[in-house]
């Protein structure tokens, strides 16, 4: 009888840490704030309203609608440093792995050309529709004459089960609760 107790509460345990995990995982949100290390600046103005670095926390995101396949998004961005030999990204970190946005160059720029474009518009595909929560963006931009790092926070709004990774991490969650129900549920002794 001690086995079977000593077995019934690993399980036990084991399912309160897998339910903590999947609770811990859905609701978990990044604590980073934003900012811009080196020589640029930039905005970006989503369904009216314009973001700078201020947008910087979870209590204060860059918010981007549910319907956000096709999006324009007109943005400006300036660099104070020589932009020569540039490159540069914007991506948003999902757990592991950063999904790339946007990029541009690598371009020569020998002659240092400035665009001036006040009506410069990023078209967001589809590579977001499937994601909803609260993230990290990042973005960078390396010329010769210096380099720019951004963070800031990013809400893309929409329902967590509408989207694979939600519904399952959610099948997780209830199953993880189901075998800690089940854990215990005291067994009849067999005849």
Same mark, same amino acid.
């Given at each position: 009888?001690?086995? %079977? !107790? @000593?077995?019934? #509460? %690993? ?9 903590? +995990?999947?609770? &811990? ?10 900012? &811009? ?5 930039? +905005?970006?103005?989503?369904? @009216? ?11 204060? *995101? ?17 660099? +104070? ?13 999902? /757990? *592991? ?12 720029? $020998?002659? #240092?050309? %400035?665009? +001036?474009? *006040?009506?410069? $518009?990023? =078209? ?8 909803? @929560?609260?993230? %990290? ?8 004459? @210096?380099?720019? #790092? ?7 709004? /929409?329902?967590?089960?509408? !989207?694979? &990774? ?18 215990? =549920?005291?067994?009849?002794?067999? *005849?």
């Amino acid at each position: 009888m001690k086995r %079977r !107790t @000593g077995t019934v #509460d %690993r399980l036990r345990r084991l399912a309160v840490v897998a339910a903590v +995990t999947c609770a &811990v995982w859905l609701v978990a949100a990044p604590t980073v704030s934003a900012s &811009v290390q080196g020589p640029c600046e930039g +905005t970006a103005t989503i369904d @009216g309203v314009t973001y700078d670095p201020s947008f910087d926390s979870a209590s204060k *995101p860059i918010v981007v609608p549910e319907d956000r396949s096709g999006l324009r998004i007109p943005y400006s961005g300036a660099i +104070t440093a020589q932009n020569t030999n540039y490159l540069g990204a914007v991506g948003i970190v999902v /757990g *592991p792995v950063t999904i790339n946005i946007a990029d541009w160059g690598l371009d020569e720029n $020998v002659d #240092d050309v %400035r665009a +001036t474009n *006040p009506d410069a $518009v990023y =078209i967001l595909g589809s590579e977001l529709d499937s994601i909803v @929560g609260l993230y %990290r963006v990042t973005a960078f931009h390396d010329a010769d004459g @210096g380099s720019c #790092d951004a963070d800031a926070m990013v809400k893309l709004e /929409g329902s967590v089960m509408s !989207t694979p &990774v939600g519904a399952g991490a959610t099948a997780g969650a209830v199953l993880a609760g189901v075998a800690v129900l089940a854990a215990g =549920i005291p067994k009849g002794k067999k *005849p």
